[in-house]
């Protein structure tokens, strides 16, 4: 199994760490959450004891844990004194990767940052256009007055298109699937007229937040604010894409590392004269009744054109991303895992190599496994893992002579691509403990969490008929 750990704040401003653990059950992976524990420190020794208190009142040793999985924090990678280190030492071959969600998160999120400008680094446009959505947001969520005048100009301005979400969303670091949509929504309300009449109604109305509006409607008359959205739109959308399919269970290395793959790929496409031709002749045409006329941005170099400055900042852009999605989310972070991968493709189609292993068993059925496959007559080249788990869980004589090749696949599949099922489990947490209910003791809150995660479960354990008799337990021990 793979034991995987993240920790979060919740409403009563307790730290929780949750544990979840991803293992293989006949070539289905399984990912489930084994409870939360509150932590009075996140120092790398507290998560360990934690980790291996929650392992010994399951009933799981530690000794059987091949993987680790975690978000990237100094407390639990690093090399020294964090937790995958000090679980390794006591267990070697718990194998430690690190959460590709959060590597592909901190990738995007460094482009919101910094821009390559010789030796400097500035706010590029990508920032520009958040603090914008952000500001935008913040003034209109945070007031209903203000959010009912934006859906009655919404109402009143009929278009064929409306956005893809009725509200505008702030951005938060850790959300890491709805910048896109976020971007978009504010794009329509914007093309449509919607967000600027909005503003103008809040102007004469509120004379408190009267400036922070002109600063907007200001910032909306410039070509340079509708670009920089476009081109968030075009790096978010790539990228918003990815990330939703890696939180699935089911991806495994080769489909993460493949999809990473593809999203470097896209972006180096992006960075060819006829699609900066494309795109910005696209934005000129939508901005056209929208902005004010473009003037080219005083700066402290000489453009000679507006298209040559804006062509400076798109493949500075597209070439910042590039670098930072290659470098952060590179396949160098699973070599050992890729190893495994290549050493059962190539031994599937008859290349294996002297690899350096002490197990014979294992060099003797992967010699044995292409001439297997031939006569099964089962398919002619095998190309992905999927393929080999289908033949496995298919034909029981090859799951009985080939043991330590099945033992070497489920490994493979033990190891995580990412950490989401945690972060989906905190979703539970914000759902089961609010303001009303912050006051539930640990036992509480563990019990009706796992019976929200496994409550397929509990429907078939007739909870009618178990209820009653606690109950009466309770009522018994009232009275003594």
Not at 60 to 72: E, I, K
Not at 79 to 84: I, S
Request: glycine share 4%; hydrophobic share 35%; with cysteine.
């Amino acid at each position: 199994y793979t034991i995987m750990t993240d920790e979060t704040r919740e409403i009563s401003n307790r730290e929780q760490s949750v544990i979840c653990i991803r293992w293989v059950d006949d070539y289905n992976v399984r990912e489930d959450p084994i409870g939360l524990n509150e932590i009075p420190s996140q120092d790398a020794q507290t998560i360990t004891n934690v980790l291996k208190d929650a392992l010994t009142r399951c009933g799981t040793p530690l000794a059987n844990c091949r993987g680790q999985a975690y978000d990237g924090g100094s407390n639990v990678s690093g090399k020294l004194n964090g937790v995958a280190t000090k679980l390794k030492k006591e267990v070697p071959n718990a194998i430690y990767v690190h959460c590709l969600s959060h590597c592909l998160n901190f990738a995007v999120q460094g482009i919101c940052k910094t821009q390559k400008t010789g030796s400097t680094e500035n706010p590029n446009l990508i920032h520009e256009a958040l603090a914008f959505m952000h500001e935008v947001a913040k003034l209109i969520r945070l007031s209903p007055k203000k959010h009912c005048i934006l859906q009655e100009i919404k109402q009143n301005i009929s278009t064929g298109e409306m956005p893809t979400r009725s509200n505008l969303q702030p951005l938060f670091p850790a959300r890491w699937t709805i910048r896109a949509n976020a971007i978009n929504a504010v794009l329509q309300c914007y093309r449509d007229g919607i967000l600027y009449a909005t503003l103008q109604e809040i102007c004469q109305d509120s004379s408190d937040s009267a400036a922070t509006v002109l600063g907007l409607m200001y910032q909306m008359d410039a070509f340079d604010t509708y670009f920089s959205l476009k081109l968030a739109y075009l790096k978010f959308s790539a990228s918003d894409h990815l990330a939703t399919r890696l939180q699935s269970k089911n991806t495994i290395t080769q489909d993460a590392i493949l999809g990473v793959s593809t999203l470097c790929d896209y972006y180096s496409s992006r960075r060819q004269e006829e699609c900066l031709d494309t795109f910005y002749h696209s934005v000129l045409e939508e901005s056209k009744d929208i902005t004010e006329e473009t003037k080219l941005p005083s700066t402290g170099h000489i453009f000679y054109s507006l298209k040559k400055y804006y062509r400076q900042q798109y493949f500075e852009i597209l070439e910042l991303v590039h670098e930072k999605v290659d470098s952060h989310c590179g396949s160098e972070k699973y070599g050992i895992v890729q190893d495994i991968e290549t050493l059962l493709l190539e031994a599937c189609n008859g290349k294996s190599k002297q690899y350096d292993l002490d197990i014979e068993q294992l060099k003797i059925q992967l010699k044995m496994l292409p001439n297997f496959i031939t006569a099964a007559k089962v398919i002619k080249k095998i190309t992905t893992k999927r393929t080999l788990c289908d033949i496995f869980s298919e034909n029981q004589m090859a799951q009985s002579i080939f043991i330590d090749v099945q033992k070497l696949l489920l490994l493979y599949l033990t190891i995580p691509a990412t950490t989401a099922t945690a972060e989906h489990t905190f979703s539970m947490l914000r759902c089961l403990k609010t303001y009303l209910r912050s006051t539930m003791n640990q036992d509480r809150l563990n019990n009706l969490l796992l019976l929200h995660v496994h409550k397929d479960l509990a429907n078939k354990r007739k909870l009618q008929i178990l209820l009653p008799q606690q109950i009466n337990i309770k009522e018994q021990k009232q009275h003594d």
